[in-house]
């Protein structure tokens, strides 16, 4: 697996506009999630400039994972569309929490993983230690999470502390909810 | 910044607080290709139960079904997820490892089986 980092700008125009297919692919194809779409990609308001991503890639190149790091300082998908995930507790808004949301590692190349399942693999697992890591790089003690509560199983299985921010709610038939998760700081 | 992302509770709080079943799903069938080889596979799912009143407690945790002489009968596996610390006494250092065990306890003791299972029925049943 190779792992990318780096915004919009520090990655390849082309990797971007495959992160673009591949989250659209995941998100609104496979998941049936109602998002914002642009030229068969999936972005939103919360993909800035400034946003911060992590991408594994296979051995010929195609993006088998993804994920999206925002600063609880500036807006991000938990604090402007799902507060209510907080249980009535206030959205952070630090810039040692950050936000990881758009996670997935599907690998739709693999004969053995199933496309349904968005936290499938060692990928899976991989992609979540190195985001994290990565967040930590920038300063991050603590990350929020807006997730299906899949994402638990996953964050149990790489050996990470979480906790949940209050309880799922259904939102499009799926149950998501806010999960944080303790970061480890480097060194 | 908080250092306690969660909601502390004595095990007799917890004992006195009513469940109520949110959501109950099978696990997608993930056990390989047909050309793989054969697999003996559990049916396998989650459930997910809120506590009444407040604090608002959220729990939830995976379990498999297996046949029994007596029908189906689903079994907790692993550790439960929630947004709890959960300690014997009011004044007990906060140990996750500890609350863990604890909330295993107040699962295994209630009667969480017979209301997923219908919520089971119901949903895939049509």
Same mark, same amino acid.
């Given at each position: 697996?190779?792992?990318?980092?780096?915004?919009?700008?520090?990655?390849?125009?082309?990797?971007?506009?495959?992160?673009?297919?591949?989250?659209?692919?995941?998100?609104?194809?496979? &998941? +049936?999630?109602?998002?914002?779409?642009?030229?068969?990609?999936?972005?939103?308001?919360?993909?800035?400039?400034?946003? &911060?991503?992590?991408?594994?890639?296979?051995?010929? +190149?195609?993006?088998?994972?993804? #994920?999206?790091?925002?600063?609880?300082?500036?807006?991000?998908?938990?604090?402007?569309?799902?507060?209510?995930?907080?249980?009535?507790?206030?959205?952070?808004? $630090?810039?040692?929490?950050?936000?990881?949301?758009?996670?997935? #590692?599907?690998?739709?190349?693999?004969?053995?993983?199933? #496309?349904?399942?968005?936290? $499938?693999?060692?990928?899976?697992?991989?992609? !979540?230690?190195?985001?994290?890591?990565?967040?930590?790089?920038?300063?991050?003690?603590?990350?929020?999470?807006?997730?299906?509560?899949?994402?638990?199983? !996953? &964050?149990?299985?790489? +050996?990470?502390?979480?906790?949940?921010? +209050?309880?799922?709610?259904?939102?499009?038939?799926?149950?998501?909810?806010?999960?944080?998760?303790?970061?480890?700081?480097?060194? | 910044?908080?250092?306690?992302?969660?909601?502390?509770?004595?095990?007799?709080?917890?004992?006195?607080?009513?469940?109520?079943?949110?959501?109950?799903?099978?696990?997608?069938?993930?056990?390989?290709?047909?050309?793989?080889?054969?697999?003996?596979?559990?049916?396998? /799912?989650?459930?997910?139960?809120?506590?009444? /009143?407040?604090?608002?407690?959220?729990? /939830?945790?995976?379990?498999?079904?297996?046949?029994?002489?007596?029908?189906?009968?689903?079994?907790?596996? /692993?550790?439960?997820?929630?947004?709890?610390?959960?300690?014997?006494?009011?004044?007990?250092?906060? *140990?996750?490892?500890?609350?863990?065990?604890?909330?295993?306890?107040?699962?295994?003791?209630?009667?969480?089986?017979?209301?997923?299972?219908?919520?089971?029925?119901?949903?895939? *049943?049509?």
């Amino acid at each position: 697996m190779n792992k990318n980092a780096g915004t919009s700008s520090t990655l390849s125009k082309e990797l971007f506009n495959q992160v673009g297919r591949y989250r659209h692919k995941v998100f609104v194809e496979t &998941l +049936g999630w109602e998002l914002t779409t642009r030229n068969g990609e999936e972005l939103d308001q919360f993909d800035r400039p400034d946003t &911060l991503y992590v991408v594994s890639q296979d051995d010929k +190149g195609n993006v088998n994972g993804c #994920a999206r790091l925002l600063p609880t300082s500036q807006p991000y998908l938990l604090g402007e569309v799902f507060p209510e995930l907080m249980n009535g507790a206030p959205v952070p808004c $630090s810039d040692d929490i950050w936000e990881l949301s758009r996670f997935a #590692a599907v690998d739709f190349n693999s004969r053995t993983t199933s #496309a349904l399942s968005q936290f $499938s693999s060692e990928v899976a697992v991989k992609l !979540l230690q190195d985001s994290i890591a990565f967040a930590a790089e920038q300063g991050a003690k603590r990350l929020i999470t807006v997730s299906p509560i899949g994402i638990e199983r !996953l &964050l149990r299985r790489a +050996g990470f502390h979480a906790h949940r921010a +209050g309880p799922p709610m259904i939102i499009g038939g799926h149950p998501i909810f806010a999960c944080w998760i303790e970061v480890r700081q480097p060194g | 910044m908080s250092d306690k992302p969660y909601v502390r509770m004595t095990f007799d709080a917890m004992q006195r607080r009513a469940l109520r079943h949110l959501v109950s799903a099978l696990d997608e069938d993930d056990t390989g290709h047909p050309g793989d080889g054969a697999f003996a596979s559990a049916i396998t /799912g989650y459930t997910e139960w809120v506590g009444e /009143g407040e604090p608002v407690l959220t729990m /939830g945790w995976d379990w498999e079904m297996r046949a029994g002489s007596d029908g189906v009968a689903l079994r907790r596996v /692993g550790d439960p997820r929630s947004n709890l610390c959960v300690v014997m006494r009011p004044g007990a250092a906060d *140990d996750i490892a500890d609350s863990s065990t604890l909330l295993k306890i107040l699962i295994d003791r209630s009667n969480w089986q017979e209301e997923t299972l219908r919520y089971l029925q119901r949903r895939y *049943d049509g």
